[in-house]
């Protein structure tokens, strides 16, 4: 079996991408999935949020996305938790972004890479970086689907039309498998009217991608990160990680149906 592959992706920033990946993995390697995550991110707060420092890598996602010389196998750190594999990002991804325009396939880099260890995973979540250049453009044309944070505010929909409009056009031309497979709604509050609003709206217009767990605003999850660490081990009992654990039972059950869909 190859691994399910999913793009962590909105071009907005700040809306709980990292958050999601990083913690999301954490629960699937927990429930005893081998996951894998890719750092798409120049900013690399993915590598950071997993206790890796990004200075310190010598071979990350930006070597081998540009020379294809270097093998998955040399970038890959195999062990950062159990069952929980990274492909690290470095500042240097920055560069990426413009030396790909001039590789032959560059859209096809990240998908030819993953390929090469597809077998090895059950799941593959990429964090794309807040942007729809080409590296998100990589991470969709290597995916199954796409998992979209939403964050419970204002303009949570305004950006929401601009990368499902980008996933028609990479259906259309790159790869005509990528569905839209779940929308997480992030940093959800209670007490607000608005965030009310915003999950009724989302359900009325995406009943099937919605997934039911909500992710709270959590003040547990904002503090992992700077500790190295997932919500499973920061604070395994905080509402935050009880909504990532439910979150990859969704995604896990969801996925199975994916893969009769696919066979």
């Known amino acids: 079996m190859s691994a399910r592959v999913f793009a962590i992706a909105n071009q907005k920033g700040g809306v709980g991408k990292t958050t999601t990946t990083v913690n999301l993995a954490a629960c699937l390697a927990e429930a005893g999935r081998r996951t894998l995550v890719v750092d798409l991110d120049p900013q690399s707060n993915t590598t950071t949020h997993l206790g890796v420092d990004p200075h310190k890598v010598a071979t990350s996602l930006y070597e081998l996305l540009v020379n294809e010389n270097v093998t998955v196998k040399e970038a890959v750190i195999a ?3 159990p069952n929980l594999a990274l492909l690290p990002a470095k500042v240097a991804l920055y560069a990426a972004e413009i030396e790909l325009v001039y590789l032959e396939h560059r859209e096809f880099r990240l998908k030819h890479a993953l390929d090469s260890v597809s077998d090895q995973y059950d799941f593959i979540l990429i964090d794309c970086p807040p942007s729809l250049g080409l590296l998100t453009v990589n991470a969709l044309t290597a995916s199954d689907g ?16 601009q990368l499902l409009n980008t996933v028609r056009l990479v259906r259309d031309r790159l790869n005509q498998h990528i569905i839209l497979f779940g929308v997480v709604l992030t940093m959800f509050d209670p007490r607000t009217k608005l965030g009310s609003e ?3 709206e989302i359900s009325e217009h995406f009943p099937k991608e919605k997934f039911e767990k909500i992710i709270p605003r959590n003040v547990r999850l904002g503090e992992a990160p700077s500790y190295g660490m997932t919500i499973l081990e920061h604070d395994p009992r905080s509402p935050g990680a009880l909504a990532y654990r439910g979150l990859a039972e969704e995604v896990i059950a969801r996925a199975a149906t994916l893969e009769t869909h696919h066979a």
């Open 198 to 200: 915003v999950v009724r």
């Open 79 to 81: 062990d950062v938790r």
């Open 146 to 161: 796409v998992i979209l944070p939403l964050q419970c505010e204002y303009f949570a929909l305004e950006g929401m039309q």
